[in-house]
Structure formats: structure tokens, C-alpha cells
């Protein structure tokens, strides 16, 4: 017989990843995405739920190719990673979004002098 918590948290789980699917179609609708965009993220969203549902489909992975004994250890390790990459993604587009703007600010002051 299945435990009732985990049936409460795949069922909240599956809720979130309806809604999500919904806002991203809603973003696609006003074209904040473009078809490519809209397409991975409702792709992702239904792997998010497809593991949601079926949590020991990742055993194969989780425990024979990377040898860690449970599945939140593989997500927590993978959401560090994914952390730190869009840190260093955020910080690069700020870098040159920086770039751009002293341009921008030089150029008007040298046109004002």
C-alpha cells in the first residue's frame, strides 16, 4: 500500500507542474517566448512531472551510474551545480550589460561637451 505523504506530495507536485505548464503557454501566447523556448520549457515541466510520478525511475541513475543512495542526494547536487551556473551566467550578462552602458553614458557625454 503506498504511503499517503508521498501521495500528497506527488499529487502537489503534479498540480505544480500543471500550473507551470500553463504559465509557460500563457508567456508563449504573448510571445514573451519564442516556439524553441516554449517547446523545452513544456518539455521540462512534463519530465518534472513524469518524475513526480514515478520517483524510483531514476534509480537506475541515481543509484547504478552515480552511486548515491537515494534520489534527493542526485537533485540536491544537481541544483547546486545549476546554482552556480546561472550565478556565473547572471554575472556575465551583468558584466556586459555594464559594458554597454558606459559606452552608451561616454558617448552622450562626449556629445553634450
Known amino acids: 500500500m503506498a504511503d499517503p505523504k508521498i501521495l500528497g506530495i506527488q499529487l502537489l507536485g503534479l498540480l505544480f507542474g500543471l500550473f507551470m505548464i500553463y504559465l509557460t503557454f500563457l508567456h508563449r501566447k504573448r510571445k514573451d517566448y519564442t516556439k524553441k523556448e516554449g517547446f523545452i520549457w513544456i518539455i521540462m515541466w512534463i519530465g518534472f512531472i513524469f518524475v513526480t ?18 534520489p534527493l542526494d542526485f537533485f540536491i547536487i544537481i541544483g547546486f551545480l545549476f546554482m552556480v551556473f546561472i550565478s556565473f551566467y547572471t554575472y556575465s550578462i551583468v558584466r556586459k550589460n555594464q559594458k554597454k552602458l558606459e559606452e552608451i553614458v561616454r558617448k552622450i557625454a562626449l556629445e553634450k561637451k
Open 53 to 70: 510520478l514515478f520517483p524510483n525511475s531514476l534509480d537506475f541513475l541515481v543509484k547504478r551510474t552515480f552511486g548515491l543512495k537515494r
